[in-house]
């Protein structure tokens, strides 16, 4: 077996619409790999199941299969993806409803199920799996009654046994972005599930594709005036190999940028201990990769260490933490800054004569400190500056009263006050997290396979 | 010579719940020894007064000639918790590279970083 090539169609949901349609047209590809969830992408789709049994997934890969269900099984390309949020089988039923619609077949799709826990955690409690917050130590039993998703993170080895039963597009509910990769390699190279070093080079090829264009030339802080065409970005492709050796690259024609100062910039986002990248496949070491240039927008990873992989898999669980909500007020030159700080002492002083309480009350000024804080120098003169005032509180009430209090310091506050339109602001659940960890013992991925 | 960070470095910055990771890469081999003694995690706890109320703790990356931070409780509580407009603190890395260090002149180049 030489070498695959697996391609990123999607680093979150929200991404780039037409980034899988260019990875399967503008080269040759083996498999697209699409990243769907983010930690409250999870209770977002319990809010949407529990209203229609039918959803509960990311439903943008729906019409994206109307458009590339014909390209896939033309060029053999498989894809694997964890669009299946908590209804990873209402999400297969759409696949075959549009794939019968357009007359594709045969079709296979496998489909990973076991990691939506909610409904079994009084179960799992009973048998001794107590999920205590791996951050604070916190007792479960705290939050039980507002937790709204509870899902262990899968590594890659269901999806690698759905690709070896014939899949040719694998739904995930949880799954860890790196596992999207890895499987594939798995699955081709027959990796067994020891062979740390090789698994730990999957998991990082995973890492450098798994938030899509960040890794070829988006958000690339080192030199961004010099990534070209950044309109038509094409996304990162790890053409892997048998030895656990990765090429990072995209396809030839499309804009961005694949250097080694993009993949390093992406290989340090969202890691703790480099040492220690802890998966359910393997913990792999990032001070072991090596990265050499190999052409132009080619560079290739070589020498990643792996170690054996711990005994846990991890749990994301969200539960609801109150309310907040956010306004907004675009103060003008002349004393923009002078202005937008007294209507927030006047706004903040007819709060507390109303007697409203809150968690938090924090006041912004976008333009002048609201990415850097006490860093940032203050300015001598601005042409406008905006307010921008959230609160955070337990009671509903109080916090949809003070969206109530925003409109009136247009004409009772400073003068010079515009970008107010939208009407009032109105309270937003928060969704807080709660990590955990579960003995892999306790539960099992479980791969249903439907042909069609 | 002191230079700003933002001319040997450049930087990425993401969340963890209300930790905020920020990896720091020098942009030549030859300044990355600069990054190890003049970041120290104390010295970036200084620089963040005011925006990390936890400890600061770092890595090192020799091979990607790069460090990696840790800035705990720097997110305002993280996530939909959070009422900051970065609350994922995606800024923080060029917050970072306001940092002033100290490196020899003669081994910059003068076009270094665009600043």
Redesign the interface.
Known sequence: MDCIRIASGQGFWGDLLTAPVDQLTKGPIDYLVMDYLA??TMSILQKQKKKDPALGYARDLIPLMEQILPLLSARNVKVVTNAGGVNPLACRDAIFDVARRIGISPLKIGVVRGDDILGQLEELALAGVLLDSM?TGDKLATVIDRVSSANVYFGAAPIAEALARGADIVITGRTTDTGLTLAPMIHEFGWRSDEWDKLAAGTVAGHVLECGGQASGG?F???W?AVPDLAHIGFPIAEASPDGSVVITKHKGTGGLVSQ?TI????????????TYITPDCIAD??????ADDGPDRVRLSGIKGRPATDSYKVSMSYL?GY?A?ATLTYAWPDAVEKAEAADRILRTRLADLGLRFD???T?L?GVN??????APRPDIVGEVVL?I???GREKGAVERFGKEIAPLILTGPPGVTGFAGGRPKP??????W?ALIPKSALRPNVIMEEQ | MKVLLLRIA???S????DTA?V?V?A?REEYYPFLRTELTAKRVKA?????VEGPVER????????L?F?LHDAL??????S????AQGK?L???ML?MEVDIPPTIILPDEG?V
């Open positions: 930690e409250v951050e958000n802080a080192a030199d005036r100062q390093k910039e992406q290989l340090l986002y969202e890691i703790g201990d480099p040492t990032f001070t072991t990769i090596r990265l933490d907040t956010h938090e009350i924090r912004e976008l609201s990415c850097h804080g006490p860093l921008r959230g609160v955070r937003s659940e928060v969704v807080a997290y990590p | 450049h930087a990425r993401g969340d963890k719940g990771n990896g890469i942009r620089h963040f007064a005011g925006i890595f090192e990356l020799p091979n990607l000639w790069a990696n840790l305002g509580g993280g996530g939909t918790l009422l900051k407009n970065d800024t890395s060029s917050a306001r665009h």
